[in-house]
């Protein structure tokens, strides 16, 4: 007696696997049993990591501001401060954008918030 390979349906699903797989190295896109557990994982990482990046570039973007507002003579808590302060809505993205593109502006800023530059 044949031995059953359950047919299309499970050949879709393992095939659905390993075209998740493609790029991963040795077996890992070869081989469906290893391939399944290297997809599952970097799925995982995948949404975890989707989070932690928003994490990364906000604290990216605070040590940038921090280091122009450095240079303008005004530490970053002061200068957060001093735009909450004055309705200056700026978000930290574009504060920091603002700081490596156009640092008159980013001096304006500084000088508006009510701080000495």
């Not at 075209?19 to 399944?36: I, V």
């Not at 200068?79 to 200056?88: E, F, R, S, T, V």
């Not at 978000?91 to 502006?105: E, G, M, Q, T, W």
Request: net charge positive.
């Amino acid at each position: 007696m044949p031995r059953v390979t359950r047919g299309f349906k499970a050949r879709r699903r393992r095939n659905k696997v390993l075209s998740l797989a493609k790029g991963f190295r040795g077996g890992k896109h070869r081989l469906f049993r290893t391939a399944a557990e290297a997809v599952d994982r970097a799925l995982c990482y995948a949404y975890r990591d989707r989070r932690v990046k928003k994490r990364e570039f906000r604290a990216l973007w605070i040590s940038r501001i921090s280091a122009a507002a450095k240079q303008n003579g005004v530490n970053y808590s002061r200068l957060i401060n001093g735009m909450g302060k004055n309705a200056i809505e700026l978000d930290r993205k574009v504060l920091s954008n603002l700081a490596i593109v156009d640092p008159n502006a980013f001096t304006a800023v500084v000088k508006a918030s009510g701080l000495a530059a």
